[in-house]
């Protein structure tokens, strides 16, 4: 995922500090640094890396992918909140 750190260090933000993600609007999200998942249901998710985390809310989400610290989310994602460091 060279291109996602590019886009990172371009705009000054420390790639691999938290969990990083990018989405598609009405698709769904690909989210990166992912350690554990904290609550999952189909209007919530939330994802913990090693510093902080993420919490998904929309509808009809569900899990695409969860394999080797990446983590695609399916479903109209409406907000993605930065969680505080851990």
């Known amino acids: 995922m060279?291109?996602?750190?590019?886009?990172?260090?371009?705009?000054?933000?420390?790639?691999?500090a938290g969990v990083?993600?990018?989405?598609?609007?009405?698709?769904?999200?690909?989210f990166q640094n992912v350690k554990?998942?904290?609550?999952?249901?189909p209007s919530r998710i939330v994802l913990l890396g090693k510093k902080g985390g993420v919490a998904i809310?929309?509808?009809e989400l569900s899990l695409g992918k969860y394999y080797g610290g990446d983590a695609v989310v399916?479903?109209?994602?409406?907000?993605?909140?930065?969680?505080?460091?851990r």
Do not use: H, P
């Not at 060279?2 to 691999?16: L, N, Q, V």
């Not at 990083?20 to 690909?30: A, D, I, P, R």
């Not at 554990?36 to 249901?41: H, L, M, V």
């Open 2 to 16: 060279g291109f996602f750190r590019e886009i990172c260090r371009a705009i000054s933000a420390e790639a691999g």
């Open 57 to 59: 809310d929309g509808t």
């Open 36 to 41: 554990r998942i904290a609550e999952f249901s």
């Open 20 to 30: 990083q993600y990018t989405v598609t609007e009405g698709k769904g999200g690909y």
């Open 74 to 85: 399916c479903g109209a994602i409406a907000q993605v909140t930065r969680l505080g460091d």
